[in-house]
């Protein structure tokens, strides 16, 4: 840590994990002149460091705009890029890439949803985000993971992974591969909308959880959305559906008591209508008809990819025992199956706030 932080002219400080991320190594650096959130970006995953900051900058920089614009606190509600002493957004050492973010005080995030109350909130608040990036250049943007959100190649990589079988686990996830399989004609819904125009690529974060929203310590009102690296062009279907995902249920994502694993209708229902009013009538209908469709596929993809994953022998997420992606696969899947059972009632949600805008 101490060569990393003498590129940024910080000599003395105390240095601590932070975070449960699955991805990148974070690290709260506290100094006489202010506290730090250091990140160690894994390459491994976004293959190119240098093109991901640009768009963190470019995303960061819009976002101050804006917020000044709304007369809001550009330090708290938006992310601040410490540049080292060069006046580089990023410090590379030994092949490995670290950024350095101004620490937002007096905030917190949500690993489960408390109340339906939080979640509208939550929903305004990645809704008003969608807003706010709404008028950004969206060619602008590199891919930072090629295919992210593209189902149909998720699901190609799983079949890849059945047929290598590299871990040798096969044989015990016969049940969750059928699930999925039995479903395959639907990985092609969201892209075929795409490219038929009936919905815009536009910028989205594509990492909608819980985590990635700071909430105020004081007003318990969402702050910031963080956790940018994924912040790319797609369609806003897929920031309603991971936040859906996430959040639309009271259990963990690697819950094992599979009975505690359901969409709650109301926390549905809450965090769809704080969506659409975030966005202020920015969608056109066949976009909002497109997010039924994001909650489901968006869960069914994240199945497949931890499946895809503990099939591959543990090689993209961080695990803490031998079955964590499996049991994150599990909660998943029993997402989808929930989500076709309560299919009816949540198009009737979609139907009710769709005549209040």
Not at 77 to 92: A, P, Y
Not at 210 to 233: A, F, G, H, Q, W
Not at 306 to 328: C, E, I, M, S
Request: glycine residues 4%; aromatic residues 12%.
């Amino acid at each position: 840590m101490n060569e990393i932080l003498k590129r940024y002219n910080i000599l003395n400080f105390k240095c601590k994990e932070f975070g449960n991320g699955y991805i990148n190594d974070t690290y709260k650096v506290e100094t006489e002149n202010g506290t730090y959130l250091l990140q160690r970006i894994n390459h491994e995953i976004f293959k190119n460091p240098e093109q991901l900051m640009k768009n963190f900058r470019k995303i960061c920089d819009y976002l101050k705009n804006i917020v000044s614009k709304e007369n809001g606190n550009v330090d708290r509600e938006t992310l601040t890029i410490i540049k080292d002493s060069k006046g580089n957004d990023f410090v590379e050492l030994n092949g490995n890439y670290y950024r350095l973010l101004k620490f937002i005080d007096n905030s917190f995030s949500y690993d489960v949803i408390e109340n339906s109350k939080q979640f509208y909130l939550t929903g305004l608040a990645f809704g008003k985000f969608q807003k706010q990036l709404k008028d950004f250049p969206v060619e602008e943007l590199y891919e930072t993971i090629k295919n992210f959100h593209h189902t149909p190649t998720r699901f190609q990589t799983f079949l890849k992974a059945i047929e290598e079988n590299k871990s040798n686990r096969k044989h015990l996830v016969e049940d969750e591969i059928k699930f999925i399989l039995d479903r395959k004609d639907e990985v092609h819904y969201l892209v075929n909308l795409l490219e038929n125009k009936k919905i815009k690529l536009t910028v989205t974060h594509n990492d909608t959880k819980l985590s990635n929203i700071l909430i105020d310590k004081e007003t318990l009102n969402p702050l910031c959305i963080v956790d940018l690296d994924t912040i790319m062009p797609g369609v806003v279907a897929y920031d309603f559906g991971d936040a859906i995902r996430s959040g639309a249920c009271f259990s963990l994502e690697d819950e094992t008591d599979l009975s505690k694993v359901y969409i709650d209708l109301d926390l549905y229902e809450n965090f769809t209508k704080g969506f659409l009013e975030g966005l202020d009538n920015s969608l056109s209908n066949d976009e909002i008809d497109s997010l039924i469709w994001g909650g489901k596929i968006i869960t069914f993809e994240q199945a497949i990819r931890f499946l895809t994953d503990y099939l591959d022998g543990d090689l993209y997420y961080k695990t803490k025992y031998p079955n964590h992606n499996l049991d994150r696969a599990r909660t998943q899947l029993k997402l989808v199956k929930d989500t076709e059972e309560k299919w009816d009632s949540l198009k009737s949600i979609f139907e009710k706030y769709k005549k209040c805008i």
